[in-house]
């Protein structure tokens, strides 16, 4: 299965400024994406989309491609990730390049192992599944058999619908929720669907101790500690 990585990186952001370039353990963010892209098993290419010099700059160092810049209307805040990989497939299908999967690696998760990449890669080929993301459980006290709707007027409803919640925490079916840091799907559930998703969805689990999205300085600062009790245990 020919696979793309597709590291989407743009120049700035609302919640840290320059984020993908901001250091982690003194080195940019986008660099720990870039080495598990590099180390992936399962690639065929390895592309960074950016509207930045500076981003592209780095992650040509790094041993990205980048083959194009993207178009600054796809570079917005508001802009969603979906156009920004369909963008990418439309310019690298139009220069003779054949794309089966496209695997989606932010670089605000810069705490993903390649094992984890190369095992939704795997599973997304050897299932048939339309995508794989990769999932943490949901603690107990956030269940969706404990959490509640609000109405208009104040009433409240569990959000599965049922009539009583679930009493005991033993009792409680598991609950996962997608923890960002890796998205694989097939080309014609991008390209024709129009999702990253699809209609048959599987994930992979992944440890919650790696699990970072970097949204905020307190994220990032709560990255430097993950990335130092990380680096204790080697």
């Not at 439309?90 to 390649?114: D, F, M």
């Not at 299932?127 to 993301?133: C, Y």
Request: net charge negative.
């Amino acid at each position: 299965m020919r696979t793309l990585i597709l590291v989407p990186a743009r120049g700035q952001s609302k919640g840290i400024p320059r984020k993908n370039l901001r250091l982690l353990g003194g080195r940019p963010l986008l660099e720990y994406t870039a080495e598990t892209a590099l180390s992936v098993s399962r690639a065929t290419r390895r592309v960074l989309s950016t509207d930045d010099d500076e981003i592209a700059d780095v992650g040509r160092r790094c041993g990205l491609e980048v083959p194009f810049r993207r178009p600054d209307e796809l570079a917005r805040d508001e802009t969603p990730t979906l156009p920004v990989v369909q963008h990418a497939v439309r310019w690298l299908e139009a220069e003779g390049e054949i794309v089966e999967a496209i695997c989606l690696l932010q670089p605000t998760h810069p705490l993903r192992s390649t094992e984890d990449v190369d095992a939704c890669i795997d599973l997304l080929e050897t299932s048939g599944a339309d995508s794989v993301v990769s999932i943490i459980p949901v603690p107990p006290r956030y269940n969706p058999h404990w959490v509640y709707f609000r109405d208009d007027d104040g009433r409240l409803r569990i959000s599965t619908g049922a009539t009583e919640p679930v009493t005991r925490r033993q009792d409680l079916p598991p609950a996962f929720h997608r923890d960002g840091s890796v998205y694989v799907a097939r080309r014609d559930v991008v390209m024709k669907q129009n999702s990253l998703y699809g209609r048959d969805l599987l994930g992979v689990l992944v440890d919650p101790a790696r699990s970072a999205d970097i949204d905020t300085m307190d994220d990032l600062a709560r990255a430097e500690r993950m990335l130092s009790e990380m680096l204790s245990r080697r």
